[in-house]
């Protein structure tokens, strides 16, 4: 349970590991770049260079999300950088609402859990 151990992920495989995602709750004494508060956790994730824009990303972020659900989460956070190409993937969410707060920072996220 995401409570007792302060994490959920998920992990996408061919033969190997090719990307995983997962939602940490961290405290407001040690935030991310993407905190909002300690009851909301934030996202990360990562695929294998190879594996990229063939949709594993956009697997792993719904397989989240779903998994968040599951767990009666209601919103995740995530800060990525204006140029990263994940910043798309993220856009294209429909559970993504968008925030930023001046033109040279990081793009900023909350993902609505339980949009449809």
């Given at each position: 349970m995401l409570v007792a151990t302060r994490r959920l992920g998920v992990v996408a495989e061919d033969e190997n590991p090719v990307g995983a995602a997962w939602i940490r709750l961290l405290p407001e004494s040690d935030p991310g770049y993407g905190f909002v508060n300690a009851s909301t956790?934030?996202?990360?994730?990562?695929?294998?260079?190879?594996?990229?824009q063939q949709g594993v990303g956009a697997h792993l972020l719904e397989a989240l999300i779903?998994?968040?659900?599951?767990?009666?989460?209601v919103a995740m956070s995530l800060s990525v950088e204006s140029d990263n190409y994940a910043r798309r993937l993220y856009q294209r969410s429909a559970s993504s609402k968008f925030a930023r707060w001046a033109d040279h920072s990081p793009c900023f996220y909350i993902f609505d859990v339980l949009a449809d």
């Amino acid at each position: 349970m995401l409570v007792a151990t302060r994490r959920l992920g998920v992990v996408a495989e061919d033969e190997n590991p090719v990307g995983a995602a997962w939602i940490r709750l961290l405290p407001e004494s040690d935030p991310g770049y993407g905190f909002v508060n300690a009851s909301t956790p934030e996202l990360s994730m990562g695929v294998v260079q190879k594996w990229r824009q063939q949709g594993v990303g956009a697997h792993l972020l719904e397989a989240l999300i779903t998994s968040a659900r599951e767990q009666n989460l209601v919103a995740m956070s995530l800060s990525v950088e204006s140029d990263n190409y994940a910043r798309r993937l993220y856009q294209r969410s429909a559970s993504s609402k968008f925030a930023r707060w001046a033109d040279h920072s990081p793009c900023f996220y909350i993902f609505d859990v339980l949009a449809d």
